[in-house]
């Protein structure tokens, strides 16, 4: 699909994850085979969920939950040493979280013998309600400062502009860049990353609180670059845009990147992203028109639903936590923007953390698909935020920002 038609198309969801309740063996009912040689597996909390108090109740430095899941229904089941209730299949424990890292284990007996199943969890000790804002596919600003010269960064429109949301809310800023405007919209030669002078460095590094740089991709295109690129052309796109970020801002202007261009990752990459620095990535986790989930950092099924209606999940296997961007403001008519977070702030299980983007080329009147009221949107999705007590943040920060 063409990627300005996705960017158009894609909405925001919304909404609860309901795990699937099973009723057990009513009073009275006959007992089958299916049901005493049932799995005993964890079915809530998810694998790799990341709780905040808001998902549980704080007692005394520590944090309640609880633990649901099927076992053969003949069998006590016991949860990290906690005897579960029981009802037909299903098992319900109350469990204490003393760590940031959790295991938890629930082990039946039963006629077919012992069986268990472990999760790993996350307990976010020090989460509070907070936001995001980041901007995708940025090349235009930097070239029309390479070629104008001008005495501040901040005399570029684009920059004022964000420049003018953080004085008002406190907004912290990731941008997104690419290596090459490909001459895209110009009738001058390629403009590349290291043709930016680097003589704004300390004007950088003056901003570098609210305002950071990090790698997107190569270029704009092709779409979808990396979703199945080798890893050493991930690795080394990587490298090539974080030099240049150094060498003409500075060490403090950059941060690992949060997301690459289309959201779509090699996951084998995954790995040594982690080691390159990567904590966080970011995608829409979201179906197509096909009903396919999309734009998930090839993430399989199961894990692209849980994302989609929560705010996050750790992969242990890479150590990366996979995140959900809430609202694309390039695509969401400014009178949609605050009934869909009303909507998330209603709902516990994605109100704590509120992903903000958009592409900066729809900033510029020289884009086809230019908005108009671009900075309005941000100006309107920022101000709720900030009006519901919601305090920014950046990603890479500790945990999502906290």
Known sequence: MNRRVFIRNTSVLAGGFLLKRHSGNVMGSPLNKTDMATPTKIEKPFHGAILHKGLGEEINGMLKINVEGEAPVDSPVVVNGVLAQRDGTRFLAEVMLHDTETEITAVSNSLFGKDQHAIRILWNKKSFP????????NIYFLRDVARKRPKSLFDCFYLKGLRDVHRKYGTKVLLNLFYT???LYSDEAEFTLD????RYKKEWADNADWLKLTFHAYAEFPDRPY??????????DIQLVSEQIHRFAGEETFTPPTIVHWGMTNQEAFKPMYDMGVRV?????????HGVWDVNQNMDDVRSEYINRHDALKDFNSGIVFSKSDMVLNNTPIDEIVPILE????????SEVIDLMTHEQYFWPFYANYVPDHFDRLDRAIRWVTENGYKPVFWNDGLLGA
Do not use: C, H, W
């Open 195 to 198: 043709q930016f002078p680097d």
């Open 181 to 183: 405007d490909q001459s």
């Open 343 to 350: 909507s998330l702030k209603g709902d516990v299980l994605q």
């Open 281 to 289: 990535m970011r995608g829409y986790f979201t179906k197509n028109r």
């Open 130 to 137: 907070r936001y995001g804002f980041e901007i995708d596919d």
């Open 227 to 236: 979703q199945e690129a080798p890893v050493d052309k991930i690795i080394s």
